[in-house]
């Protein structure tokens, strides 16, 4: 038997506290734990649209407090489009390129921000390139692009921090390619950045299989907002979309049936600015929607994408208990 005196024993709880500190605050993977989302998907661009993936493209930002020096590496989990996890289309025959861009406008560019891979949006500097198609080597396994110097990023005054972007793109073949992403300090081990984020304008994902989880994206209401349009793209009618702030709970956002696409706008109380919304993905129960790929966006009131952090800005909304739940009519 172990005897532990004071001063180790509080060493110890000293470790324990920071270790819950670290994997609660830092945790970088995208997408994030809080999100509860399998994976992010690219279809090849030869895919119908109808399995879930209206553009092919998914852009990603990834930001560095400015404080931090070390070099840094993006990390792709199952980068292939092959062998397990990703969706197939009669044969594996996808191409998707992965692409890592930092410098003047690869951020503030204003296509970059946009929806749609339309225009300038891979403005800045093209920092590292990749392609995989079928590749056994990094089936189920992580892909590791840098290390890059964080300065290599577009500097944010707003974000005091800097900003790199990655764009995947589908660019032959018509499978899904579902992957993850780490935004780590090591090029083996994931280690998270302190204080290190990543964002997207809109989110092309995976639900889960199983009607008891339920997804969520957390889209920050920036000062100025009047109000918020939810738009989603092959749902499938799984289930419901219901958002959540500090003082309501908001049913009955539109949702879209097969290859195309649903909106409903509802207007911004005083209290829900200044912080996160939580959109919740609730699947029906019954029969179980399967291998459903989506697209979220969600735009202000002058038609702006507003950006979704991994990480809510000002934490997961916590609604209180004299909430209320209003329903839209249908128009
Ligand atoms: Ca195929
Ligand atoms: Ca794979
Ligand atoms: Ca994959
Ligand atoms: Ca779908």
Redesign the pocket.
């Known amino acids: 038997m172990i005897v532990l005196n004071d001063s180790m024993s509080r060493y110890i709880q000293i470790i324990l506290i920071q270790f819950v500190f670290v994997a609660g605050l830092f945790a970088q993977p995208v997408p994030a734990p809080d999100e509860n989302i399998p994976y992010l998907v690219t279809f090849g661009n030869k895919a119908e649209t109808s399995w879930g993936d209206d553009d092919f493209c998914q852009v990603f930002f990834f930001l560095i407090p400015k404080d931090f020096e070390d070099p840094i590496y993006i990390k792709v989990y199952?980068?292939?489009?092959g062998g397990a996890?990703?969706e197939i289309n009669v044969y594996f025959n996808t191409t998707?390129e992965f692409s890592i861009y930092g410098g003047a406008r690869c951020w503030t560019e204003e296509d970059a921000r946009g929806t749609e891979p339309i225009g300038n949006y891979k403005s800045g500097n093209l920092l590292a390139s990749k392609k995989f198609g079928v590749d056994p080597e990094y089936?189920e396994a992580w892909y590791t692009f840098g290390p890059f110097n964080p300065k290599e990023g577009e500097f944010s005054d707003d974000f005091q921090g800097y900003v790199f972007k990655m764009i995947a793109e589908g660019v032959d073949g018509d499978d899904g390619?579902?992957?993850q992403y780490y935004l780590s300090t090591d090029a083996d081990i994931n280690i998270p950045i302190e204080g290190g984020k990543a964002f997207t304008y809109e989110y092309t994902f995976r639900m889960w299989n199983t009607p008891e989880n339920v997804s969520h994206i957390y889209p920050y209401v920036e000062e100025g907002t009047v109000s918020v349009r939810q738009w989603n793209f092959d749902w499938d009618n799984d289930g419901g979309i219901h958002s959540l702030s500090v003082v309501r709970i908001f049913k009955g956002n539109k949702v879209s049936g097969e290859d195309v696409w649903s909106d409903s706008e509802f207007s911004i109380k005083p209290a829900e600015i200044g912080k996160s919304l939580d959109f919740r993905f609730v699947k029906k129960q019954f029969p179980a929607v399967i291998n459903n790929n989506v697209v979220i966006s969600v735009q202000n009131q002058f038609g702006e994408a507003m950006p979704f952090f991994n990480i809510p800005i000002g934490g997961v909304p916590k609604y209180q208990p004299m909430i209320t739940i209003e329903e839209i009519k249908e128009e």
């Open positions: 199952d980068p292939d489009c996890i990703d998707t089936d390619n579902l992957y």
